[in-house]
C-alpha cells in the first residue's frame, strides 16, 4: 500500500536532493525516512532516485512518479482547505515568493500588519526570480506569488493589486538630474546601469530606453541588486531605473530621482496562484493588507478585488 507520508518522503529527497537533510525537515531520523522510500520502491517494484548520483537525482521514471506525487499531495491537501474555506478560516501554512525587485519595498509595508491580523497563518517568505515562482506554482511547492503581469500563462491566475510608475535615479552631475522630468529622447547618450539577465525589470528598462541609450563609458555594469546599482548612480556613474515604492529609501541620498513626462512607464504588481488553488479567503485576505499598507497614491488603484466564494 502506497502511503502520503511515503509520497512526502519522496518529493523532500527531491528538493533537497540529499536523504540527511530531507529527514531533518521531515522531522523523522534519516534512517526511517530511507526505510519508507525503499518499502515504496520495493512495493511498485521501480527504483526512484539514483543513490550513486551526487546530488541525488531521481530516474527517468522516477521523475514521472515525483511530478504524480506532487498532484496526489497537492490535491489531498485541499480537503483540510475546503473545510477551513467553508468555515472562512484564515489559518495554516501559505509559502509567499516575491521577486527581488519588489520584495525590499513590498515586504517591510505589509508583513507585521499580516501577522497581527491573521495569527492562525504560518507564513513561509522568500525571495525568487520570475521564472522560478512560476515553476514552483506548478510544481505546488509555492502557494503564492507576488510579480510582475501580466504572464501570459494559461495555468496561471492573475490578481492585479496597484500599477507602479517608474522613474530615473541620475548621478547628480548628469544633465538628467538637472530636468524637471525626463522623455525617452532623453536617455540617448547616457550611461545605462542595468539589472543582470533574468529579472524582469531589466527587460522593462530596455523597453523604456528603446535602444536610445548609449555606452558613454569604459564601464559596463549589471547586477542583481537595484540597491548597487543606486550606490554606483551616487558615484558618479550615469543612470538607471528605479520602482515607485524605492523612492523612499532613496530621500536625502546624493543622486536625483526624476519623474517621467506622461505617460510615465509603469508596472503591473500582482499576487499570482496556480489555477487550482482554492483558499480564496486566505488570498483575499493578503490581497487586503498589502492595499492597505500601500502609500496612498498606489493605494487608490483597487485594481482586481478577490471573491471570498
Known amino acids: 500500500m502506497i502511503t502520503l507520508t511515503q509520497l512526502e518522503y519522496i518529493v523532500a529527497v527531491e528538493k ?50 515525483l511530478e504524480q ?6 490535491e489531498s491537501a485541499k480537503i483540510t482547505e475546503l473545510i477551513h474555506e467553508e468555515k472562512e478560516r484564515i489559518e495554516g501554512d501559505l509559502h509567499l515568493a516575491v521577486i527581488p525587485t ?35 506554482l506548478k510544481k505546488n511547492q509555492i502557494d503564492v506569488g507576488l510579480l510582475v503581469t501580466p504572464l501570459d500563462e494559461p495555468l496561471i491566475r492573475e490578481l492585479p493589486l496597484f500599477q507602479e510608475p517608474f522613474y530615473v535615479y541620475a548621478a547628480a552631475q548628469s544633465p538628467l538630474a538637472q530636468q524637471r522630468e525626463i522623455s525617452e529622447r532623453d536617455l540617448a547618450g547616457e550611461h545605462l546601469l542595468l539589472l543582470s539577465e533574468g529579472h524582469c525589470m531589466r527587460e522593462q528598462t530596455l523597453r523604456v530606453c528603446k535602444g536610445r541609450a548609449q555606452r558613454s563609458s569604459n564601464l559596463q555594469f549589471e547586477s542583481g541588486s537595484i540597491e548597487t546599482l543606486c550606490h554606483l548612480v551616487e558615484k558618479g556613474h550615469g543612470y538607471t531605473m528605479i520602482p515607485h515604492l524605492a523612492k523612499e529609501w532613496l530621500q536625502g541620498r546624493s543622486g536625483r530621482i526624476v519623474p517621467f513626462s506622461a505617460p510615465s512607464p509603469s508596472r503591473e504588481v500582482s499576487l499570482v496562484v496556480h489555477q ?34
Open 102 to 136: 519588489l520584495a525590499p519595498y513590498v515586504l517591510p509595508l505589509f508583513l507585521k500588519a499580516f501577522g497581527a491580523q491573521y495569527p492562525g497563518i504560518r507564513l513561509r517568505v522568500e525571495e525568487r526570480r520570475t521564472e522560478d515562482i512560476l515553476a514552483g
Open 276 to 309: 487550482s488553488f482554492i483558499r480564496n479567503s486566505v488570498l483575499a485576505a493578503l490581497d487586503a493588507c498589502i492595499r492597505e499598507s500601500l502609500p496612498p497614491e498606489l493605494g487608490l488603484n483597487t485594481g482586481q478585488r478577490i471573491p471570498i466564494h
Open 69 to 74: 506525487s506532487r498532484i496526489v499531495l497537492s
Open 16 to 65: 533537497h536532493q540529499n536523504f540527511g537533510l530531507a529527514a531533518k525537515s521531515c522531522h523523522i531520523s534519516q534512517p526511517t525516512l530511507s526505510m519508507q522510500i525503499q518499502k515504496l520502491e520495493d512495493h511498485l517494484g521501480v527504483v526512484i532516485f539514483d543513490r550513486s548520483a551526487q546530488p541525488i537525482q531521481p530516474t527517468p521514471l522516477g521523475q514521472r512518479i
